[in-house]
C-alpha cells in the first residue's frame, strides 16, 4: 500500500528545483505555436494547503518557496517560478503551493494536452476534484510508469514527460532509469526530467553511471543540495535529470543555483551540482 503524501513536502526545497526546472521547460515549448503534451507519471494530489496539519507538522516550505517569497532581483528562471506560485495565493499571502499537475494546467494553452497517472487511492480523488473536468486533462489511476510509456509517441510530437515517484519503494530506482530508456526509444525527441531525492548517495551514483553508459544523449543534471552527505536518515539534496533539455536551461541554472545554495541551505551547508551526462 502507497503511504507516500506530498502534503508534508510541499514547497519543500525540492520543489523549488523540481518546479523551476519544469516551468523554464513548459515556457521554452510554448515559444513554438504547435501544441504540446505535459505527461506526469505519478501526479499526486495537484494542490496543497500549507496550513494543513500535514504542512505544519514539517513547515519545510518554510526553508523552501518561503525563502524566496519577498526576494528581489532574483534570477530570471526563479523569478518567473514564484510569479507562478504567487498565482495560486491570494494578496500576496503565501498560504497554498501548486502541485506539478497545476503548475503545468496554468502554462498549457488551448491546443496543448495533459496526461496525468497516479495510484494512491486519496490523492487521485483530490487531483481529479482539484482538475475539474478541465476537457485539456486526462486523469487515469494507473502505473503512471507503465501508462506513460504506452501513450508514446504523443500525437502532438512534442512535450515533456516528468517522472517523480516517491522512491519510497526501492525498486523505483531501477524503475526510473527502465522507463527513460523506454520513453527515449518511443520518444526520442521529447524532453524527459526525472526528479530523484538523495537519501542514500550510492543509489545516485548507481543512477549516473547507468545513464552515462547508456544510449541516451544530450542529458544534463542539475542538484541542490540544503545538507552535507550524510549516513542518517532523511533526504539531504535532490536533482533533476534532463533528457533533451532546452538549450537555454543550462545557464539560466547556473545563475539560480548558486542563489538557491546560499537561501535554502541549512548551517551553511548549502551546495550544488551542474554536470553533463551525456553530450548532444
Known sequence: MLSYRHSYHAGNFADV?????????LE?????????????????????SLQSEQAEKTQEYLQGIARLWQVDNLPAVLATYVSVIKAFNAQNKLTRYPGSPMIARQLMRQQDRM???????????????????????????????????????????????????????????????????????RFATGTIALWYPVVERQR????????????????????????????????????????????????????????????LGIGKQGSYRIKQLKDE
Not at 528545483?17 to 521547460?25: A, E, N, T
Request: aromatic letters at 8%.
Open 17 to 25: 528545483l523540481k518546479h523551476s526546472v519544469l516551468i523554464h521547460i
Open 28 to 48: 521554452h515549448l510554448k515559444k513554438k505555436q504547435k501544441p504540446f503534451c505535459y505527461v506526469d507519471t505519478h501526479a499526486g494530489a495537484g494542490s496543497y
Open 115 to 185: 496526461f496525468l497517472f497516479e495510484l494512491h487511492n486519496k490523492e487521485i480523488e483530490i487531483l481529479r476534484e482539484v482538475v475539474n473536468k478541465d476537457k485539456r486533462v486526462q486523469i487515469a489511476h494507473e502505473d503512471g510508469f507503465k501508462r506513460s510509456v504506452a501513450i508514446m509517441p504523443p500525437q502532438q510530437r512534442r512535450g515533456l514527460v516528468l517522472i517523480d515517484p516517491s522512491y519510497e519503494i526501492k525498486s523505483d530506482y531501477d524503475q526510473v532509469f527502465e522507463a527513460i530508456m523506454q520513453l527515449y526509444k
Open 204 to 263: 545516485i551514483n548507481e543512477l549516473e553511471q547507468k545513464i552515462t553508459a547508456s544510449s541516451l544523449q544530450n542529458v544534463l543534471l542539475f542538484e541542490l543540495a540544503q545538507l552535507n552527505d550524510t549516513q542518517q536518515l532523511g533526504m539531504t539534496a535532490s536533482g533533476m535529470i534532463v533528457v533533451n533539455p532546452p538549450w537555454t536551461l543550462q545557464a539560466e541554472m547556473q545563475l539560480a543555483l548558486p542563489m538557491l545554495a546560499e537561501q
